[in-house]
């Protein structure tokens, strides 16, 4: 019997009904079901409840209803437990996500009898340093961001690969993101797309005041060091743009690859380039 976990994003206004329909379906098949216990009570089934935790000890997958942004927080609060997660889309561009609602009766065939394929994603994993005290280590499976506030002038991001100096960018801040992360914030800020499967940190400057500062794609194997410098002090720290810590000038932020990654359940062939076709191209069929 597989144990399988079903989060939504409550604040999604189909989610309870699609929660609902994929317990009938997923139980109707004799799976065990753990609900989230933020709507096991909407959909009928508080004693179904358990928190994400739980689920990251006990289920053998996570069906994640919601958009993108649901799927990174669920990925952050399961990193370590190695859980596939599979994304059924309730947002707009749900990228990460493999199946829509009406994909429900397939998708529970597929999960069920194990026909789909693992991608495991990337993490970062990102250290912040203030005058030789580490302030926190954060996860994130996108990006890490630095950037100054709404209305304040540039800031100087000095770089650094492990011990070597790298270019300091004088701007809006700068984004170090995964393969993963390279359709997020950083393509908007005219980062290139990377194919999910390469070992690799992408660095991509936020509206640089120079002609000649381009994204940079680093090793995944090394340390990226950013030390951060301002007039001011309305600077940020964001984690896959979901939350985030004022920074200081002097402060450091240390970014490599996390020891955990995020296993991506996926059945389509070639399923990214299409995503990329359709989803950010437009090549609506």
Request: aromatic residues 6%; hydrophobic residues 40%.
């Amino acid at each position: 019997m597989k144990k399988i976990g079903i989060i939504a994003n409550k604040g999604k206004p189909e989610a309870r009904i699609v929660a609902r329909e994929l317990l009938y379906l997923l139980e109707d098949r004799g799976a065990h079901v753990f609900l989230d216990e933020h709507v096991a009570s909407d959909v009928g089934h508080p004693e179904l409840g358990a928190s994400v935790e739980e689920m990251g000890k006990q289920a053998d997958l996570v069906c994640v209803l919601g958009g993108d942004g649901t799927l990174l927080r669920i990925a952050r609060q399961l990193a370590g437990h190695s859980i596939p997660i599979f994304g059924i889309n309730l947002g707009t561009l749900g990228f990460l996500s493999e199946a829509e609602p009406e994909h429900l009766p397939q998708a529970v065939d597929n999960l069920l009898s194990g026909k789909y394929d693992i991608e495991k994603r990337a993490m970062l994993e990102a250290c912040l340093v203030r005058k030789g005290t580490t302030l926190g280590t954060y996860t994130a499976m996108n990006d890490i961001g630095i950037a100054k506030g709404s209305f304040c002038r540039i800031i100087q991001c000095a770089v650094f690969l492990d011990d070597e100096y790298v270019a300091t960018f004088s701007g809006d801040g700068v984004i170090v993101s995964t393969p993963t992360g390279s359709t997020a914030y950083s393509l908007s800020a005219g980062g290139p797309i990377v194919a999910p499967n390469v070992d690799m940190l992408l660095l991509t400057p936020v509206a640089p005041h120079s002609l000649t500062a381009r994204p940079m794609v680093l090793s995944g194997n090394q340390t990226i060091r950013v030390e951060v410098d301002a007039i001011h002090q309305e600077m940020g720290l964001s984690i896959d743009g979901q939350f985030g810590y004022r920074l200081e000038g002097g402060d450091q932020i240390y970014i490599k690859k996390s020891p955990c990654v995020t296993p991506l359940i996926k059945w389509k062939k070639g399923g990214f380039f299409e995503a990329i076709r359709t989803k950010l191209q437009g090549e609506w069929e």
